[in-house]
């Protein structure tokens, strides 16, 4: 059961029932007393007087919600009352989608696009404007929908180019989504009382990465002080600051939600490292708390390596050295993570260590040719085909099933009267004739166009699914132009299932994960903290950012940890990069 084993500072938040922020360090059990949380409350409606309301859990990525909601499900807890998933999702689901008649741009239909698409349009808009394909250009309008730049600038004019380009072709992004909803809001009031009335509670998930509008979103709905609020997270890992996330204590959320009260509670203890790896990591943070290991491997012997002599080029070897070290320790390859500063940055090194290691299983190049947009139409169904049939994956494909009912629901209504055995039933049947040995845009389109010819839904050019199909085509094909990627219909499969093997990732996609060995590469100044960072940006900020990083980093290894700073990277004037200054 979701209660068993729990601390009882876990289950005192757990039982809590008012406004609150719970502070949790790493390997705290933070997603154990969420989920505990939320099965508490589905558990006693009653008690907590839910009634026809609903519980809303806000989580940073879709992977997050999908987890939770999967746990909660394998307890046998109903969870109807329960909608969970990104602010962004929730801004299209419960208050742009229903809303759409009140926002003229949207009301003869859009389409989402993400930040691949997003970036493809800015490079030619960068080349237009003269500038350099590494200038960065933040597309976010305030709530006036006028560029933070200043007139006159090159960056202003690729700001408003891009923009008409969205506004011409029925598209908006996601800072769109959150400023059209923002928007909305602040403009209808009884929008945020209807709102607040409907979620009884309203569950934060990593607050600390919410960003300035998203807080605004929020505090519209729970200043109603009809919904109650809690704030999950650790201030010490706010590692997206550099991508507009603000970090508040309980002070400035008390007063900006305008709460009655708000209780302050915080786990302490670590169930995850030894405790030599939590002293290490510890220096990297500013509250002046002690973590205790709770951990079987508090007195474990840890290596706690810096290494900053190994050139560029024998990276990979050096690397592979490791993993197999620990390999023939016994430990498992799924308990290795090898951590990198940037997605191109695990491609390459990928691709390295995999042509070292052809025994080894390699969970590394982690770019799906296909993006992984939630807000597409068809990207569930896409999925449904995908991901392997066996009990394993049997919640996963029922929550994709419910989902891709819902989006068909709301575009023709006759498909309510169709049961989620028939429409897995077809997409079965569909996906068994399918031919892989194609072009993956000539899968995607024969999947989709089969599906709606079996249902008998309109895919005519001027259609909402026509158009989503297309859209969906066009992100894989650039996706797979930015990234040179060569796959076919036939290499899908292992970008939609479970992948064992030492893991190859980013810096920042790694938090909440949690390995016997992680090893780090690319620890020089400019990559961690990236240049984004660094340039014009105060020596305040920059020390932030990186301790920050170094935080998250450290905290996720249990058992062992490499710091490498490989020499023979070079800056565009030819400059040597320098070790990250706070190792």
């Not at 008409?164 to 928007?183: M, P, Q």
């Not at 943070?285 to 508090?298: G, M, Q, T």
């Not at 089969?450 to 309109?458: A, I, M």
């Not at 259609?463 to 930015?482: F, G, N, Q, V």
């Amino acid at each position: 059961m979701p209660y068993r084993n729990l601390t009882s500072e876990q289950l005192d938040a757990v039982k809590f029932d008012g406004n609150l922020l719970l502070t949790a360090c790493p390997g705290s059990g933070k997603t154990k007393t969420l989920v505990s949380k939320l099965c508490f409350i589905l558990e006693n409606k009653e008690l907590f007087d839910i009634g026809k309301k609903k519980i809303v859990a806000l989580t940073y990525t879709n992977v997050a919600a999908d987890t939770i909601l999967e746990r909660i499900i394998s307890y046998g807890i109903n969870s109807d009352s329960l909608w969970i998933g990104t602010i962004h999702s929730f801004c299209l689901n419960w208050i742009i989608k229903p809303n759409i008649d009140r926002i003229p741009r949207l009301s003869k239909g859009f389409n989402v696009i993400d930040e691949y698409e997003k970036e493809f349009i800015l490079n030619d808009l960068r080349e237009r404007y003269n500038l350099s394909p590494y200038d960065k250009i933040d597309t976010l309008l305030d709530l006036s929908f006028t560029p933070v730049y200043s007139r006159n600038t090159a960056e202003y004019s690729v700001v408003k180019a891009y923009h008409s380009y969205l506004y011409e072709n029925r598209l908006i992004d996601f800072d769109l989504i959150l400023n059209l909803t923002c928007n909305l809001l602040l403009k209808n009031d009884v929008l945020c009382e209807r709102l607040s009335l409907i979620m009884r509670y309203i569950l934060v998930d990593e607050y600390q990465d919410t960003s300035h509008i998203q807080y605004e979103i929020l505090r519209l709905i729970v200043s109603k002080r009809n919904s109650l609020v809690t704030f999950i997270g650790d201030k010490e890992q706010a590692i997206y600051t550099g991508l507009g996330a603000v970090v508040k204590n309980r002070e400035e959320l008390f007063d900006y939600f305008n709460l009655e009260e708000l209780e302050e509670m915080r786990l302490t203890g670590c169930f995850r490292s030894s405790q030599s790896i939590i002293d290490f990591y510890s220096k990297y943070k500013d509250d002046a708390y002690y973590i205790n290991s709770l951990s079987e491997l508090k007195t474990f012997p840890s290596v706690i390596l810096k290494e900053n002599s190994v050139d560029i080029t024998q990276l990979s070897v050096y690397v592979s050295g490791i993993i197999r070290t620990h390999l023939e320790q016994g430990i498992s390859p799924s308990e290795i993570a090898v951590l990198c500063p940037s997605w191109f940055d695990v491609i390459k090194l990928s691709n390295e260590i995999i042509s070292l290691n052809s025994d080894l299983d390699i969970d590394g190049i982690m770019v799906s040719p296909i993006p992984k947009n939630n807000e597409n139409l068809w990207l569930n169904l896409v999925k449904l085909a995908l991901i392997e049939k066996n009990p394993s994956n049997y919640l996963v494909r029922q929550k994709l099933l419910r989902d891709l009912l819902k989006e068909l629901n709301d575009l023709e209504s006759y498909t309510k009267f169709l049961s989620p055995k028939q429409i897995i039933k077809e997409i079965n049947k569909i996906e068994f004739a399918l031919d892989y040995n194609c072009e993956i845009d000539i899968w995607i389109k024969n999947l989709i166009t089969n599906f709606c010819s079996s249902l008998g839904l309109d895919v005519n050019n001027q259609s909402y699914a026509y158009k989503e199909m297309i859209c969906l085509i066009d992100a894989t094909k650039k996706r797979m132009a930015k990234y040179s990627m060569n796959y076919r219909a036939n290499d899908l499969h292992s970008f939609f299932n479970f992948k064992s093997g030492v893991k190859i990732t980013t810096c920042h996609s790694t938090k909440g994960d949690e390995y016997d060995v992680i090893i780090c590469t690319g620890l020089l100044n400019g990559k961690i903290p990236n240049w984004n960072d660094i340039i014009d940006c105060s020596p305040a900020h920059q020390n932030y950012v990186a301790r920050r990083l170094l935080y998250v980093i450290g905290s996720r290894a249990k058992k062992h940890l490499y710091l490498i700073s490989e020499s023979g990277h070079k800056t565009q004037k030819g400059y040597p990069y320098q070790v990250t200054p706070q190792l």
